[in-house]
């Protein structure tokens, strides 16, 4: 490669998780460190990184289809950027990508990001860099201090997997179990607030895992890092995400009967409904085990919503296994969820299994899921309607006047009013559509 100039302007793309939205943010407050500046709205940035997502199919192929268009079109405005990629396809393909894709500058892993800038120094000179290490929670250390932040934060706590389930790609892109420091979570969430955050969403593969030492030297779960964050001021809710079953202790359903900041919903992911199924997928619960402990959930917290996500066709799944997923759905009554086809991801022990689906039966599959999960967040919006509660406004609605926020149920609401983003109001529920409610503005709530 070239020698060239250091960037002015950069530009993250983010296409995975909140986590990776979040390693998102980290970089772009990296680069500011050395005076790179976000691209404005509308213009070509000199540096682009490419925040990858391994999750499921066609990641790579998005990745080099992202490069060829970067690439075409800064050709044709005299100036190629300088492209990064980064995220978990760079983690699982980094060399690979290197070799196929000469306009990469950088690839950098997921763990390896706090490195970025030594990386971009020797790109300027010409150089072309790989780091996917995975040094234990070393890049935390090195990330420099928050000092933006939207309303709604986010805060990754925990990093890494050791379930792996049979399907997912998450444990190899991101590696073993690890929870940041207590000090260093108090303390970001403190420089978060102190930047305009009043939400503050905790982080993790497997958030509910986390575990530390207080600052008076007690192991300490999740639920006790939430029962100190809620006492810092100027920090309205606390919200996590994602939880395993097999480790949502007692503190932690408690802490949902006890904590008002701590807002009344839960995103406990179950994947299918056949015990069977889940077997083949190390899930390590049963669809029994998994509703009991949404009904301990409900007895702390009755009004609490619950959130999930399912994939389907996993290899070998027959009809009536999928229908034993469609029996769970109803039982449970979900807010929200995420659904999706199951993808092979080379690598993984479900990749090779026997009995994979044929992508016309996941489809229909997914549709009648799909049919059953909206139907039932339609009307978990409708039962909402009337009720008086808090939103915390996050940006402009579409039209003059407007805002969109979320409710405690993390509802999108829009409603009009003289509010500012950041505000956290009141507001009456009125009608209710299957994604959004619409609100009315009662009074600001003090801070
Ligand atoms: N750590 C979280 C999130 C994992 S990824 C958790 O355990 O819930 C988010 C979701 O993507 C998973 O819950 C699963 O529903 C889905 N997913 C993961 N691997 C997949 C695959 N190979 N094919 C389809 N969906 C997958
Ligand atoms: Fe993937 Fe399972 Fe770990 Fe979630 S718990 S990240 S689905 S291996
Ligand atoms: Fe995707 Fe990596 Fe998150 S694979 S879902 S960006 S952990």
């Not at 008076?216 to 006492?231: M, N, S, Y």
């Not at 509703?291 to 619950?306: G, S």
Request: proline letters at 6%.
């Amino acid at each position: 490669m070239k020698p060239t100039t250091t960037p002015r302007t950069y530009r993250v793309k983010s296409f995975g998780c909140q986590m990776n939205v979040y390693d998102g943010e980290r970089m772009g407050e990296l680069l500011a460190t050395r005076g790179i500046v976000p691209a404005p709205e509308g213009e070509e940035a000199d540096l682009v990184v490419l925040n990858t997502c391994h999750i499921r199919e066609k990641a790579a192929e998005k990745v080099y289809s992202d490069i060829g268009r970067l690439t075409k079109a800064g050709r044709a405005a005299g100036k190629e950027p300088m492209i990064a990629v980064a995220g978990c396809v760079a983690q699982a393909e980094g060399e690979e990508i290197m070799a196929r894709a000469p306009a990469v500058s950088m690839v950098v892993g997921p763990q390896a990001y706090h490195r970025l800038p030594e990386m971009l120094d020797r790109a300027v000179q010409g150089e072309r860099a790989t780091d996917t290490d995975m040094p234990a929670n070393a890049k935390f250390a090195a990330l420099p201090q928050r000092r933006s932040s939207v309303p709604a934060a986010f805060l990754t706590v925990q990093e890494g997997c050791d379930k792996f389930c049979t399907y997912c790609v998450v444990p190899y892109t991101r590696g073993a179990e690890i929870s940041r420091p207590y000090a260093a979570l108090v303390d970001e969430a403190k420089k978060l607030v102190d930047a305009g955050a009043r939400e503050i969403t905790l982080l993790g593969q497997n958030v509910s895992a986390w575990s530390g030492e207080d600052a008076k030297g007690r192991a300490v779960g999740l639920a006790g890092l939430i029962r100190d964050l809620a006492e810092v001021d100027g920090l309205s809710r606390i919200r996590y995400t994602t939880s395993h079953p097999a480790d949502m202790d007692e503190a932690l359903i408690a802490a949902h009967g006890e904590i008002e900041k701590l807002t009344p919903f839960l995103h406990l992911p179950v994947q299918a409904g056949s015990d069977r199924v889940l077997k083949a997928m190390n899930r390590s619960h049963t669809a029994d085990s998994y509703l009991k402990l949404l009904d301990r959930f409900r007895t702390a917290r009755p009004d609490i919503a619950l959130s999930g996500d399912f994939i389907v066709g996993f290899p070998g799944e027959t009809d009536a296994e999928f229908e034993e997923t469609l029996k769970l759905v109803d039982a449970v009554g979900y807010a929200q969820a995420f659904s999706f086809k199951y993808s092979p991801r080379p690598g993984t022990p479900a990749a090779t299994m026997d009995g994979q689906i044929a992508p016309e039966v996941m489809d229909e599959r997914l549709q009648r899921l799909q049919a059953a999960l909206n139907r039932d967040q339609h009307a978990f919006n409708k039962a909402s309607e009337g009720r008086t509660c808090t939103v915390l406004v996050e940006r402009k609605g579409k039209h003059p006047g407007q805002w969109l926020g979320k409710s405690p149920w993390l509802q999108s609401v829009w409603f009009e009013g003289d509010v500012a983003i950041g505000d956290l109001v009141e507001v009456r529920l009125g009608e209710a559509g299957p994604n959004s409610l619409a609100g009315k503005l009662l009074e600001p709530v003090p801070a």
